[in-house]
């Protein structure tokens, strides 16, 4: 699996997460395959840096990580062309629950082995923002939302088997999730 932080682009003003919620895997497959072929076929605008779409270990959804040069112009693509590339998925997959999106921006990462490549990614919704160590942590991603009132935690496990460790000690509550398809603003520079 590619480490986080080679997702992360240098330029981004703004990293927008959000969930859907699916509740099968069968559902999530099929609406990750959708929102794949709308973006692939779709034009870019150039504010847009990266998309990257992760389907939950668990089949119960979808997560994205979009990174855009700002908020503002988020807001003006969402508004002229959001709800048609939406309707379009949920023509195919309808009933996809969508509790929101979270405007934030990368505050800090903790890396504690970068020599290896991660094999579990995992995404934890805190007000702390804390990194709290343990077996098999190689490195965490805080994200905090624009007012600082939450924060995201997107963590790299060495393996499914350690983020599992990690879950049945008490020390996680955070939900795994494996890469589905990046897509990267060939038009920017990194």
Same mark, same amino acid.
């Given at each position: 699996? *590619?480490?986080?932080?080679?997702?992360?682009?240098?330029?981004?003003? *703004?990293?927008?997460?959000? %969930?859907?919620?699916?509740?099968?895997? %069968?559902?999530?497959? &099929?609406a990750a395959d959708a929102v *794949?072929?709308?973006?692939?076929?779709?034009?870019?605008? !150039?504010?847009?840096?990266?998309?990257?779409?992760?389907?939950?270990?668990?089949?119960?959804?979808?997560?994205?990580?979009?990174?855009?040069?700002?908020?503002?112009?988020? $807001? *003006?693509?969402?508004?002229?062309?959001?709800?048609? $590339?939406?309707?379009?998925?949920?023509?195919?997959?309808?009933?996809?629950?969508?509790?929101?999106?979270?405007?934030?921006?990368?505050?800090? !990462?903790?890396?504690?082995?970068?020599?290896?490549?991660?094999? &579990?990614?995992?995404?934890?919704?805190?007000?702390?923002?804390?990194?709290?160590?343990?077996?098999?942590?190689?490195?965490?991603?805080?994200?905090?939302?624009?007012?600082?009132?939450? !924060?995201?935690?997107? %963590?790299?496990?060495?393996?499914?088997?350690?983020?599992?460790? &990690?879950?049945?000690?008490?020390?996680?509550?955070?939900?795994?999730?494996?890469?589905?398809? !990046?897509?990267?603003?060939?038009?920017? %520079?990194?």
């Open positions: 699996m *590619t480490p986080f932080r080679d997702l992360v682009h240098p330029a981004a003003g *703004t990293a927008l997460i959000s %969930e859907w919620i699916t509740r099968t895997p %069968e559902r999530t497959r &099929a *794949t072929q709308e973006w692939a076929a779709g034009e870019w605008p !150039s504010a847009l840096l990266s998309q990257h779409v992760f389907r939950a270990t668990d089949g119960t959804g979808l997560l994205f990580y979009a990174q855009w040069t700002s908020d503002e112009e988020h $807001l *003006t693509w969402a508004r002229a062309r959001r709800g048609a $590339l939406v309707s379009r998925v949920d023509a195919l997959v309808p009933g996809i629950e969508r509790p929101g999106l979270h405007r934030t921006r990368l505050h800090r !990462s903790v890396v504690h082995d970068g020599g290896r490549a991660p094999g &579990a990614l995992a995404v934890t919704r805190t007000t702390a923002g804390t990194v709290v160590a343990a077996p098999g942590l190689l490195a965490a991603h805080v994200h905090l939302t624009k007012d600082g009132e939450e !924060s995201f935690v997107v %963590e790299e496990w060495a393996d499914a088997a350690s983020f599992g460790a &990690a879950v049945r000690t008490g020390t996680r509550t955070a939900k795994r999730y494996t890469l589905h398809h !990046s897509f990267l603003n060939a038009r920017t %520079e990194a």
